[in-house]
């Protein structure tokens, strides 16, 4: 049977996240440990042209971006929530409750200089 030159077929991008550092965490609630799936469906080109090949590989690559944003906006969404957890049930420090209680660590600082080396200068 000879192979069709019409592939008018679909597939999906699919990406799991699991975390090897799970821990037996009460299950009511959604932790950043706790494994979820997201996936986009993607049309295959239906033609072996240079064209539908480039135009699905452009496809293919806004959907490898949006599934990123979405993986990232779940995580992101999980470890807020988990901070929220951590300081409503933390004891206060230095008459601080919440955001910014832990251990004298400016949160805003801490932000600001995310993925920066701060080298910390003398008085």
Do not use: C, I, W
């Amino acid at each position: 049977m000879a192979p069709s030159s019409t592939l008018d077929a679909t597939a999906a991008l699919k990406a799991t996240y699991t975390n090897s550092n799970s821990q037996s965490a009460d299950s009511s609630t959604l932790s950043s440990t706790t494994p979820f799936t997201v996936s986009t469906p993607l049309s295959l080109p239906s033609s072996d042209s240079p064209a539908h090949k480039t135009a699905y590989l452009t496809s293919l690559r806004d959907a490898v971006t949006a599934l990123q944003e979405r993986v990232n906006s779940e995580l992101t969404a999980r470890m807020e929530a988990e901070a929220r957890e951590t300081a409503a049930t933390s004891p206060t420090t230095n008459g601080k409750s919440g955001k910014g209680a832990t251990a004298g660590v400016d949160e805003a600082a801490e932000e600001e200089n995310y993925g920066e080396e701060v080298v910390e200068e003398d008085e």
